[in-house]
Nanobody
Framework: QVQLVESGGGLVQAGGSLRLSCAASGRTFTLYTMGWFRQAPGKEREFVAAIAWSGGSTYYADSVEGRFTVSRDNAKNTAYLQMNSLRPEDTAVYSC???????????????????WGQGTQVTVSS
């Protein structure tokens, strides 16, 4: 029904910036909430950021607050994650996710998402 494809990952130096994109196709009108998660080797998948349909409600993990910015362009069916001041601990596979409804602060919970992309690798060198 819905496909999500991430792009924009790569290798950057600490302090650098990177912008990830998540292109959605299919029944995109069902994607009320778009989220970003990441998973590093040996760690569980963790919440990074999320945004509601209107863009008026955003949520961030404490570890990225002030450094990352989530946005979306509904006309392009695309969500973005602008990552600034990157740190080595940000190294992970970043995945986008979509939920069919808005869960407020529950958007931090990976369990509320219905669709997932395959992820894109982000590596931050020291």
């Amino acid at each position: 029904q819905v496909q999500l494809v991430e792009s924009g990952g790569g290798l950057v130096q600490a302090g650098g910036s990177l912008r990830l994109s998540c292109a959605a196709s299919g029944r995109t009108f069902t994607l009320y909430t778009m989220g970003w998660f990441r998973q590093a080797p040996g760690k569980e998948r963790e919440f990074v950021a999320a945004i509601a349909w209107s863009g008026g409600s955003t949520y961030y993990a404490d570890s990225v607050e002030g450094r990352f910015t989530v946005s979306r362009d509904n006309a392009k069916n695309t969500a973005y994650l602008q990552m600034n001041s990157l740190r080595p601990e940000d190294t992970a596979v970043y995945s986008c996710a979509a939920a069919r409804f808005y869960s407020g602060s529950g958007s931090r919970d990976k369990g509320v998402y219905n669709y997932w992309g395959q992820g894109t690798q982000v590596t931050v060198s020291s």
